[in-house]
């Protein structure tokens, strides 16, 4: 029998506003559409539970999904939907 991971949301990076590698890119720098879609995620130091919101972005043809928000002032937190 097998059994298979489910995905979650995971902890991809932290950083100051406008200046967060996500994708291989500076997020800051693209445009972000929002899904309709909030997720729980956890703090990854502080256990702190936040509900972000679910974007999608388009790099260079390619169609990514990431959920964000402030942690504080000028301080995001990204997550990616993963195994």
């Not at 489910?6 to 800051?28: M, P, R, Y």
């Not at 919101?53 to 043809?61: E, H, M, Q, R």
Request: charged share 20%.
């Amino acid at each position: 029998m097998r059994i298979y991971k489910n995905k979650t949301w995971q902890h991809i990076t932290t950083g100051a506003e406008g200046n967060v590698l996500l994708f291989g890119v500076n997020i800051f720098e693209y445009e972000w559409i929002a899904i309709g879609e909030k997720v729980s995620v956890k703090h990854p130091l502080y256990d702190q539970e936040y509900l972000f919101p679910v974007y999608k972005v388009d790099i260079n043809n390619t169609e990514y999904e990431f959920a964000c928000g402030e942690f504080s002032a000028n301080v995001w937190g990204f997550y990616e939907h993963k195994y």
